[in-house]
């Protein structure tokens, strides 16, 4: 059997979703009577394949999102068919799908749906994501929550799976290397101590602007030496993101580093003295998974699927309050017990997500179509 595996969507590895594609195309189970080629722009050849030189199909579109929906409703079947493909995986259900299968097809979906549609102003995608997410053959979704948003968003696809993101523990373990005071990570020099927030500058629904004020809270009340680190890629609402930080009174101590490779993480998680995740509109936390496997408190929102994804292993808060997330703030930071059971429980938790078995349990999914 021959996978097909699309790229598109997936921002060449600079995203959440190019996050899980990075992760999971090397973690893909070995075997004789499979094979997997992805296909996508020219520079994707190199991008997901890791140590396994999988063949490559390059694409000719332009780029832009646009002309990738319109490719894929007007050719991905045809190109499918051409290439033999029995299957085609869609790691960027959420984003680039065609409106009809001929194909038997998967699509992953790592983000909250009704989220997407509710705040998108293109008529064509909002009409377009549901008709496909309900042709679809199978849908696999990162937790329970993105599953039950789908079917209270009308999807109606009848075969709906439930698989979690894995966490590379390879790259993410805990560490006892915490010496000097200064993270050094080129390019970026970061001071200690420091609090980490990793996610995409995406929208409103990720709390940036709530955080710079909780932790202009949090800085006045404490006067602790703290900063907040804001990683992530950035868009066009990175500007308020950006403006909120300038008008802080405490803007000296908000570091925005803009997009972090991912092979870097570790060492700024490890480093920190917790990860701060106010999202409410998240269908997986990769960043709350990682931060535990290293062993850093975390502190999250108690909205979307963080509860799910971390168990009782977190402390949460409201993200619409920035009085309750500073005083999160100053309660993760400064209470010595509580840090380290969320450290212990953490590491514990996080050892039963790995890459290899989502990789295993996918292909299980896609080959059994």
Wanted: proline share 5%; glycine share 6%.
């Amino acid at each position: 059997m021959k996978v097909g595996i699309d790229t598109f969507g997936c921002d060449n590895g600079r995203s959440g979703l190019g996050s899980y594609l990075l992760s999971m195309v090397p973690a893909l189970p070995d075997s004789d009577e499979v094979s997997y080629e992805l296909f996508g722009p020219e520079v994707d050849r190199f991008t997901y394949t890791g140590n396994k030189p999988y063949p490559f199909k390059s694409v000719n579109v332009p780029d832009s999102l646009f002309f990738e929906r319109i490719w894929h409703s007007l050719n991905v079947n045809t190109f499918a068919k051409k290439n033999g493909y029995d299957v085609v995986l869609y790691p960027a259900g959420c984003r680039i799908l065609p409106s009809r299968f001929s194909v038997p097809s998967v699509c992953v979906i790592n983000d909250i749906v009704s989220s997407l549609i509710s705040s998108s102003d293109d008529s064509w995608y909002r009409r377009v994501v549901r008709k496909s997410l309900s042709r679809i053959d199978c849908i696999i979704v990162s937790s329970e929550y993105i599953r039950d948003d789908l079917i209270a968003s009308g999807i109606d696809c009848k075969n709906i799976v439930v698989i979690h993101n894995g966490i590379d523990h390879n790259m993410f373990y805990p560490s006892e290397d915490f010496s000097g005071n200064v993270v050094d990570i080129k390019p970026f020099a970061i001071k200690k101590p420091y609090m980490i927030y990793a996610s995409r500058m995406k929208n409103e629904s990720k709390k940036h602007e709530e955080l710079i004020q909780a932790f202009s809270i949090f800085k006045k009340k404490t006067g602790l030496p703290h900063r907040l680190v804001l990683a992530g890629t950035e868009s066009s609402y990175s500007d308020k993101v950006h403006a909120a930080a300038h008008d802080s009174e405490f803007a000296r101590d908000i570091f925005i580093t803009g997009h972090f490779p991912h092979e870097q993480f570790p060492a700024l998680y490890r480093n920190a003295e917790a990860c701060v995740f106010p999202s409410v509109s998240e269908g997986v936390g990769l960043s709350v998974m990682e931060s535990m496997a290293c062993g850093l408190p975390v502190a999250c929102s108690d909205k979307g699927a963080l509860k799910e994804i971390a168990g009782n292993c977190a402390l949460f808060f409201d993200s619409d309050s920035p009085d309750s997330v500073a005083a999160a703030l100053e309660r993760i930071v400064t209470d010595k017990a509580l840090r380290a059971k969320l450290s212990a429980d953490g590491i514990k938790w996080s050892e039963r997500y790995s890459w290899r078995n989502t990789a295993a349990a996918t292909m299980q999914t896609v080959l059994s179509l």
